[in-house]
């Protein structure tokens, strides 16, 4: 699991274009890969008030159910220092739970905005993990 230069995010785009994700790295992101002889994992953040919002979290279809999203979520959030917000299909709760994520309502501003567009087209569910929850969370 490394943190990703952002000379070359465009190998990030790459990888979500060939798993045929809409994803795409922001200029003001950071972003982090798993490897093997590629990518096969990648997740970004964006900073926000004080702290950060988790984007574009995808597995390769032949890297999944290995526990490579749950090490990427764990060393994004060892590196990163505050809180961490997330949106996500209620059917992944309990899988960000887990990661020592919880259900929150009070969001920053600028994405309370954003889930609320986001919300009137899907169900999403806004999560937190203010970095004190995930050093209680069994890895």
């Not at 159910?65 to 059917?91: K, N, S």
């Not at 929150?104 to 919300?119: N, Q, V």
Request: hydrophobic share 45%.
């Amino acid at each position: 699991m490394d943190s990703l230069p952002a000379l070359q995010f465009p190998l990030l785009d790459k990888f979500y274009r060939a798993q045929r994700s809409h994803m795409r790295v922001a200029r003001a992101e950071v972003a982090w890969v798993a490897r093997e002889q590629e990518i096969i994992a990648g997740v970004c953040l964006t900073p926000v008030a004080a702290g950060h919002w988790l984007t574009s979290l995808l597995v390769a279809p032949q890297a999944r159910q290995r526990g490579v999203a749950a090490a990427l979520l764990a060393r994004v959030r060892a590196d990163t220092a505050g809180p961490i917000w997330l949106f996500c299909h209620p059917e992944l709760e309990g899988f960000y739970r887990g990661r020592g994520y919880q259900a929150c309502t009070a969001l920053p501003e600028d994405l309370a905005k954003r889930l609320e567009r986001y919300g009137r087209t899907k169900s999403l569910l806004a999560m937190v993990n203010d970095g004190e929850a995930s050093s209680r969370v069994a890895s």
